[in-house]
C-alpha cells in the first residue's frame, strides 16, 4: 500500500517509473486483482509521460494494462488533453490525440460484445447503460478532436449522435454541438437548434451570446433581443415547473417530536 500511493503521489514520470519498476520487481503479481492493480499504477504513469508531451513512453506503460476499460478510459484521458478540453482551448498533438481516441471506441465496442468484464454487483443493463455513457463521452472528445482538425462534418455527424444519446441533457455537450452546426450547417438551422436547447433549459451562457450573435446578424435589433430572449427562457422557467410539479407528491409528512441541542423538544407541527 505505501509503495503504490508513493506511485501514485509522485507527479514526475521519470521517478514514477522507476517506482513502477521495482514495486513491479519484488511485488506478487499472480491473480487477476494484481494485475488489475498493474494496470491501474501504469495506467498513472502513462498519463505522466503524456502531460510530458512523451507519447512513446506512455504508450509503453498502456501495454502493461490488460483491462480494456482502464486502457479506453487511459487513451480517452490523453486524447482530452490533445483536444485542447474546449472549442476555444488550445490542442496539442492532434494526430496521437485522434489517433488513441479512436483506440478508446474501439475499446468499448469490444468490451460491449463480451460480458466477462461484468462486475457482480451490476445486472446486464446497468453494466450495459454505464459502458454506453462511456463510449459517448469518449465520442465527444473525438468529435472535438475532428472539429479542431478542420473536420467539421465529420465532428458534427459524430456530435449529434452524443447529443441525440444523452437526450441534450449535457449542456457542454451540447455547447460543442451548436459550434459544429454553425460550421457546417450556417446560422439559420444553427438558430433553430439553440433555440429548442433554451427551450429545455439545456444551455450556457456560451450559447445564449452565440444565439444573441446570429440573431442580431440576421437584421434584429439589440432592444428586440430582449423581449425574443426572455420569451425563450419563460418558456424554459414554465416548463421546469411542470416537471417539477409532476414529480412532487402531496401528502402529510410523518409527525415527529425531538430534541435540539439545548434539549427543547422540537415538533414538525411547531416548524
Known sequence: NEKTEAIYKEKDP????ELF???KKTAKLDTENDKRL???LASSVAMNYANKGDFDKAKQYSGYITDKNTLANLYNSIAWKQSGE????TPGNLDVGKELSAKSLELIREVQNDMKGKPSYQTETQYKNGLDNSY???????????YHAGDYQQAYDLQQKVVEFAKGRDV???????????KVKGPAITRSALENFIRDGRYSPKMKAQLKRIY???KNSEESWNGYIAALEAYSLQKKRE??????INESAPAFVLKDIQGKEVTLASL
Open 21 to 23: 519498476e521495482d514495486f
Open 216 to 218: 442580431v446578424s440576421q
Open 172 to 182: 457542454s455537450m451540447n455547447e460543442a454541438f451548436a459550434a459544429y452546426t454553425e
Open 38 to 40: 498493474l494496470g491501474s
Open 86 to 89: 474546449s472549442i476555444d482551448g
Open 136 to 146: 459517448y463521452m469518449y465520442a465527444d472528445t473525438y468529435a472535438l478532436l475532428l
Open 243 to 248: 416537471e417539477l410539479a409532476k414529480k412532487m
Open 14 to 17: 521519470a521517478k514514477q517509473s
